[in-house]
T-cell receptor, first 112, second 113 residues
């Protein structure tokens, strides 16, 4: 069964460093999302992406964040200058035309 | 502010019992509702989705939607210890090219052998 994959599973970085989180959505899906979950808190929407552009972004998704779909398979989230409060699980999700989103296993980001 | 509310629990039921999980949502514009299961440290795993008023059954799981009351529920019959997890209710907001999910804080279910 097709699934969303994410790499790395765990990323440790120093405050102020740039990180890139990678996702490979399900191959025929058209809509792509990033969510994050701070430990013990809700899953929060960050950004949605369709037809090679951002379709919606949350207040969390400020100028330090960017997304890209550099080729036909990868979908990346870049954080330019990480802060301590960026420490969280980051989930990629994708969907086809229906509303049902499928989540990847997540990347645990730890900012020291 | 669009909100999805759940009782965080924990909800404790004995093995073999029915577990009932509830969720309310604030925006009548939401069209689709989802239940995800999340084990500690793992990603949300889709259990069920429901779009129309009424009940939808899938094996041991039944989702119920009441749009007039803005209420969604999930029943788990014959609960097993492996069902112990956090259950996330989510609603879709935005049409067209968005369709973001807004999640509740999750209800922790404990099924005791």
């Amino acid at each position: 069964e097709p699934e969303v994959t994410q790499t790395p599973s765990h990323q440790v970085t120093q405050m102020g460093q740039e990180v890139i989180l990678r996702c490979v959505p399900i191959s025929n899906h058209l809509y792509f999302y990033w969510y994050r979950q701070i430990l013990g808190q809700k899953v929060e929407f960050l950004v949605s992406f369709y037809n090679n552009e951002i379709s919606e972004k949350s207040e969390i998704f400020d100028d330090q964040f960017s997304v890209e779909r550099p080729d036909g398979s990868n979908f990346t989230l870049k954080i330019r200058s990480t802060k301590l409060e960026d420490s969280a699980m980051y989930f990629c999700a994708s969907r086809f035309y229906t509303d049902t989103q499928y989540f990847g296993p997540g990347t645990r980001l730890t900012v020291l | 502010q669009k909100e999805v509310e759940q009782n965080s629990g924990p909800l404790s039921v004995p093995e073999g019992a029915i577990a009932s999980l509830n969720c309310t949502y604030s925006d009548r514009g939401s069209q689709s509702f989802f239940w995800y299961r999340q084990y500690s440290g793992k990603s949300p795993e889709l259990i069920m989705f429901i779009y129309s008023n009424g009940d939808k059954e899938d094996g041991r799981f039944t989702a119920q939607l009441n749009k007039a009351s803005q209420y969604v529920s999930l029943l788990i019959r014959d609960s097993q210890p492996s069902d112990s997890a956090t259950y996330l209710c989510a609603a879709t907001y935005g049409s067209g090219n968005t369709g973001k999910l807004i999640f509740g804080q999750g209800t922790t279910l404990q099924v005791k052998p």
